[in-house]
């Protein structure tokens, strides 16, 4: 008699831009918990950069580019698991972390309404990740923002040190009018214990149906209006003190609507990497380590937001090179 095979459990890590998935992505990574995982990132942009920001090297990180997750590139989810599976002894679970504009509901439904997944995955939770300083302007500005909350089985209160204790508890009380059940973990740069995130069988379908009734609907999605992506490049070496003076800039005259800004880049003179990375106008940097063997040292920026320039923001970061 054939054993039953148990099914792989998954976890969908969602949340807004720059509330902080990729960081806590990091975290569970380099944890030292025993547990094997395949990573399947997705990124709202033509040039990947979410792919180098995944610091664990032994992990399998599968990157979905130019495309939503949860309209655009659902099939290749779907194609990418499948691929996963049999390949199954090499890791004991699968994170998706979704793009920060993604609805929740359809990458979820994959796992539900595919016969192959249905029967040989297990979706154990959807972790949202919410910026708590920007939380207030999402909510008013951003319907997947409501619905990444709305749809959460855990839900990660991030960058707590930005705001005070008064602001934190009504933004809980803002969230429980959203989501009531879904248990809050405040954190700052994603430090929450892993006990709270994973392993939770925290998602239940019939929950699910009980509050979102058209939830295994094949609806149509649509992300906000305007939000557009902007991805440059260049071969030659940045000039730090230039590239920090012109994006300083931007994020100041322009980081209402930047929602996102991340790069990886490479600057004269130092030999690793520099992921920069910014929400509106709070912006952040450190190395990462060095260029992998035989890669090209190219310089990658992606902008999302809103009424972006493309071509303003390409003279720009190609000014900031050795040859401009």
Same mark, same amino acid.
């Given at each position: 008699?054939?054993?039953?095979?148990?099914?792989?459990?998954?976890?969908?890590?969602?949340?807004?831009?720059?509330?902080? &998935?990729?960081?806590?992505?990091?975290?569970?990574?380099?944890?030292?918990?025993?547990?094997?995982?395949?990573?399947?990132?997705?990124? *709202?942009?033509?040039?990947?950069?979410?792919?180098?920001?995944?610091?664990?090297?032994?992990?399998?990180?599968?990157?979905?580019?130019?495309? #939503?997750? #949860? #309209?655009?590139? %659902?099939?290749?989810?779907?194609?990418?698991?499948?691929?996963?599976? +049999?390949?199954?002894?090499?890791?004991?679970?699968?994170?998706?972390?979704?793009?920060?504009?993604?609805?929740?509901?359809?990458?979820?439904?994959? *796992?539900? !309404?595919?016969?192959?997944?249905?029967?040989?995955?297990?979706?154990? =939770?959807?972790?949202?990740?919410?910026?708590? &300083?920007?939380?207030?302007?999402?909510?008013?500005?951003?319907?997947?923002?409501?619905?990444?909350?709305?749809?959460?089985?855990?839900?990660?209160?991030?960058?707590?040190?930005?705001?005070?204790? $008064?602001?934190?508890?009504?933004?809980?009380?803002?969230?429980?009018?959203?989501?009531?059940?879904? /248990?809050?973990?405040?954190?700052?740069?994603?430090? !929450? =214990?892993?006990? $709270?995130?994973?392993?939770?069988?925290?998602?239940?379908?019939? +929950?699910?149906?009980?509050?979102?009734?058209?939830?295994?609907?094949?609806?149509?999605?649509?992300?906000?209006?305007?939000?557009?992506?902007?991805?440059?490049?260049?071969?030659? /070496?940045?000039?730090?003190? &230039?590239?920090?003076?012109?994006?300083?800039?931007?994020? =100041?005259?322009?980081?209402?609507?930047?929602?996102?800004? +991340?790069?990886?880049?490479? *600057?004269?003179? @130092?030999? &690793?990497?520099?992921?920069?990375?910014?929400?509106?106008?709070?912006? $952040?940097?450190?190395?990462?380590?060095?260029? /992998?063997?035989?890669?090209? +040292?190219?310089?990658?920026?992606?902008?999302?937001? %809103?009424?972006?320039?493309?071509?303003?923001?390409?003279?720009?970061? @190609?000014?900031?090179?050795? %040859?401009?």
């Amino acid at each position: 008699m054939q054993a039953t095979v148990k099914p792989i459990p998954v976890t969908v890590l969602t949340g807004y831009l720059g509330a902080g &998935k990729t960081t806590l992505l990091n975290r569970i990574l380099s944890e030292d918990h025993g547990h094997r995982f395949a990573v399947i990132v997705n990124e *709202f942009g033509e040039l990947g950069i979410d792919n180098d920001l995944v610091v664990n090297a032994d992990e399998e990180v599968f990157e979905m580019n130019n495309g #939503c997750i #949860c #309209c655009t590139v %659902r099939g290749d989810l779907i194609r990418i698991v499948g691929s996963l599976l +049999k390949r199954r002894g090499q890791f004991d679970a699968i994170i998706v972390e979704t793009t920060g504009v993604a609805n929740p509901a359809p990458v979820a439904q994959s *796992f539900l !309404v595919d016969e192959m997944l249905r029967e040989r995955t297990t979706l154990d =939770a959807i972790v949202t990740v919410v910026d708590a &300083k920007h939380l207030p302007l999402r909510l008013e500005d951003s319907a997947e923002a409501e619905g990444q909350l709305a749809f959460a089985d855990v839900i990660v209160l991030n960058k707590t040190d930005l705001v005070s204790e $008064d602001e934190l508890t009504a933004l809980e009380a803002r969230i429980r009018t959203i989501n009531a059940l879904a /248990p809050i973990h405040r954190a700052q740069r994603g430090n !929450v =214990a892993l006990s $709270d995130i994973l392993d939770k069988s925290a998602f239940s379908l019939e +929950k699910t149906l009980e509050k979102h009734g058209d939830f295994l609907d094949a609806a149509a999605h649509e992300h906000t209006e305007h939000v557009t992506s902007i991805s440059l490049s260049v071969d030659a /070496p940045l000039i730090r003190s &230039k590239f920090e003076a012109w994006i300083g800039a931007i994020l =100041a005259e322009q980081g209402g609507n930047l929602l996102r800004t +991340k790069g990886i880049l490479n *600057f004269q003179g @130092e030999d &690793k990497r520099f992921a920069f990375q910014a929400v509106h106008m709070i912006a $952040d940097g450190d190395h990462i380590g060095p260029w /992998p063997e035989g890669s090209a +040292k190219q310089s990658r920026l992606v902008f999302i937001g %809103r009424d972006l320039n493309r071509p303003q923001l390409r003279r720009g970061f @190609e000014s900031c090179t050795v %040859r401009a």
